[in-house]
């Protein structure tokens, strides 16, 4: 399996940006659709970003579409999310997750690989 490791988390004031990147290591992730999660504390996990192999296919969970830009780069093995115009309710630990497409991040229940997440925190 391919092994996933996050960074790129930190604190942040609302409509302030960070980008995090997932490095994948052990197989090439161009053999993955790649997924964003987050949970907030007392929260369920969530769906917040996909993106096919060839990274042609983008989808987004409503309430981060036209904030936050998902994207990969094969040949560094690298996933990455671009968050803009950040907000408190953005807070929550970041996942990122390989599967073998889109539909099954999508729809919150990947069956591949995860990350050990990374923090990211909004003030108000």
């Known amino acids: 399996q391919v092994q996933l490791v996050e960074s790129g988390g930190g604190l942040v004031q609302a409509g302030g940006s960070l980008r995090l990147a997932c490095a994948a290591s052990?197989?090439?992730?161009?053999?993955?659709?790649m997924g964003w999660f987050r949970q907030a504390p007392g929260k369920e996990r969530e769906f917040v970003a996909a993106i096919s192999r060839p990274g042609v296919n983008k989808y987004y969970a409503d309430s981060v579409k036209g904030r936050f830009t998902i994207s990969r780069d094969n040949a560094k093995n690298t996933v990455y999310l671009q968050m803009n115009s950040l907000k408190p309710e953005d807070t929550a630990v970041y996942y990122c997750a390989a599967d073998s497409t889109t539909q099954s991040l999508r729809a919150g229940a990947p069956t591949g690989s995860w990350g050990q997440g990374t923090q990211v925190t909004v003030s108000s």
């Open positions: 052990g197989r090439s992730l161009s053999n993955y659709a």
